[in-house]
Protein backbone atom coordinates (compact mmCIF):
# COMPACT_ATOMS: atom_id res chain seq x y z
CA UNK A 1 0.00 0.00 0.00
CA UNK A 2 1.21 3.57 -0.82
CA UNK A 3 -0.17 6.41 0.43
CA UNK A 4 0.58 10.35 0.00
CA UNK A 5 -0.01 12.88 2.16
CA UNK A 6 0.15 16.65 1.09
CA UNK A 7 1.01 19.68 3.74
CA UNK A 8 1.40 23.38 3.65
CA UNK A 9 -1.96 25.09 2.43
CA UNK A 10 -3.83 28.09 3.69
CA UNK A 11 -4.87 31.71 3.12
CA UNK A 12 -2.38 34.52 1.52
CA UNK A 13 -3.18 37.43 0.36
CA UNK A 14 -2.44 38.25 -3.79
CA UNK A 15 1.62 38.13 -4.87
CA UNK A 16 2.57 36.18 -1.82
CA UNK A 17 4.36 32.72 -1.54
CA UNK A 18 3.04 29.43 -0.27
CA UNK A 19 5.48 26.11 0.07
CA UNK A 20 3.41 22.92 -0.07
CA UNK A 21 4.56 19.52 1.14
CA UNK A 22 3.89 16.17 -0.17
CA UNK A 23 5.37 12.53 1.30
CA UNK A 24 4.56 9.33 -0.11
CA UNK A 25 5.09 6.27 1.83
CA UNK A 26 4.75 2.38 1.48
CA UNK A 27 6.55 -0.12 -0.39
CA UNK A 28 8.42 1.67 -2.76
CA UNK A 29 10.20 0.52 -5.35
CA UNK A 30 10.90 3.55 -7.34
CA UNK A 31 8.82 6.52 -8.51
CA UNK A 32 7.58 6.90 -11.82
CA UNK A 33 5.82 10.00 -11.67
CA UNK A 34 5.15 12.59 -8.55
CA UNK A 35 3.39 15.34 -8.68
CA UNK A 36 0.83 18.34 -8.33
CA UNK A 37 -2.68 18.87 -9.45
CA UNK A 38 -5.55 21.35 -8.34
CA UNK A 39 -9.17 21.79 -8.17
CA UNK A 40 -11.13 24.89 -8.62
CA UNK A 41 -14.80 24.74 -7.67
CA UNK A 42 -16.79 24.16 -10.56
CA UNK A 43 -13.60 22.87 -12.71
CA UNK A 44 -12.20 19.81 -13.58
CA UNK A 45 -9.25 19.01 -11.73
CA UNK A 46 -5.90 20.15 -13.96
CA UNK A 47 -2.05 19.22 -13.88
CA UNK A 48 -0.46 22.33 -11.96
CA UNK A 49 3.24 20.31 -11.88
CA UNK A 50 4.56 17.20 -12.57
CA UNK A 51 8.42 15.35 -12.24
CA UNK A 52 7.94 12.40 -14.87
CA UNK A 53 10.66 9.71 -16.05
CA UNK A 54 13.99 10.88 -16.16
CA UNK A 55 13.77 13.68 -14.30
CA UNK A 56 11.60 15.92 -16.61
CA UNK A 57 9.13 18.30 -15.15
CA UNK A 58 6.25 19.49 -17.06
CA UNK A 59 3.71 22.61 -15.61
CA UNK A 60 0.44 24.37 -16.60
CA UNK A 61 1.41 27.34 -18.76
CA UNK A 62 -0.52 29.57 -16.34
CA UNK A 63 2.15 28.73 -13.58
CA UNK A 64 5.33 29.04 -15.42
CA UNK A 65 7.70 31.31 -13.85
CA UNK A 66 5.55 31.51 -10.62
CA UNK A 67 5.60 28.20 -9.13
CA UNK A 68 8.78 25.52 -9.01
CA UNK A 69 8.58 21.84 -8.22
CA UNK A 70 11.52 20.38 -6.73
CA UNK A 71 12.22 16.72 -4.97
CA UNK A 72 13.66 14.83 -2.24
CA UNK A 73 14.34 11.57 -3.49
CA UNK A 74 15.69 9.86 -0.30
CA UNK A 75 12.68 10.73 1.54
CA UNK A 76 10.19 10.37 -1.63
CA UNK A 77 9.10 14.04 -1.30
CA UNK A 78 8.21 16.89 -3.51
CA UNK A 79 7.80 20.38 -2.96
CA UNK A 80 5.80 23.29 -4.65
CA UNK A 81 7.11 26.43 -4.36
CA UNK A 82 4.19 29.09 -5.26
CA UNK A 83 5.35 32.65 -5.75
CA UNK A 84 3.20 35.65 -7.18
CA UNK A 85 0.10 33.74 -5.87
CA UNK A 86 -3.23 35.23 -7.73
CA UNK A 87 -6.78 34.64 -6.79
CA UNK A 88 -7.17 32.29 -9.97
CA UNK A 89 -4.71 30.06 -7.81
CA UNK A 90 -7.55 29.22 -5.41
CA UNK A 91 -8.02 25.44 -5.56
CA UNK A 92 -7.43 22.28 -3.48
CA UNK A 93 -4.15 20.92 -4.43
CA UNK A 94 -3.82 17.23 -4.82
CA UNK A 95 -0.53 14.94 -4.70
CA UNK A 96 -0.41 12.76 -7.03
CA UNK A 97 2.24 9.62 -7.20
CA UNK A 98 2.70 7.11 -10.13
CA UNK A 99 5.31 3.95 -8.30
CA UNK A 100 6.58 1.18 -9.19
CA UNK A 101 6.40 -1.30 -6.28
CA UNK A 102 8.16 -4.13 -7.48
CA UNK A 103 8.95 -5.47 -11.53
CA UNK A 104 5.38 -6.57 -11.86
CA UNK A 105 3.51 -4.13 -9.92
CA UNK A 106 2.53 -0.28 -10.39
CA UNK A 107 0.62 1.81 -8.14
CA UNK A 108 -0.60 5.16 -8.13
CA UNK A 109 -2.22 7.31 -5.10
CA UNK A 110 -3.82 10.87 -4.42
CA UNK A 111 -3.58 12.84 -1.42
CA UNK A 112 -6.57 13.92 0.60
CA UNK A 113 -5.97 17.63 -1.15
CA UNK A 114 -4.77 20.61 0.94
CA UNK A 115 -6.46 23.84 0.62
CA UNK A 116 -4.74 27.19 -1.11
CA UNK A 117 -6.83 30.56 -1.32
CA UNK A 118 -5.79 33.45 -2.44
CA UNK A 119 -7.37 36.85 -1.60
CA UNK A 120 -7.39 40.03 -3.25
Known amino acids: QVQVVESGGGLVQSGGSLRLSCAAS????????MGWYRQAPGKQRELVAMFGGGGTTNYTDSVKGRFTISGDNAKNTVFLQMNGLKPEDTAVYYC??????????????WGQGTQVTVSS
Open 26 to 33: GSIFSIRA
Open 96 to 109: YGDFMINRWVFMNA
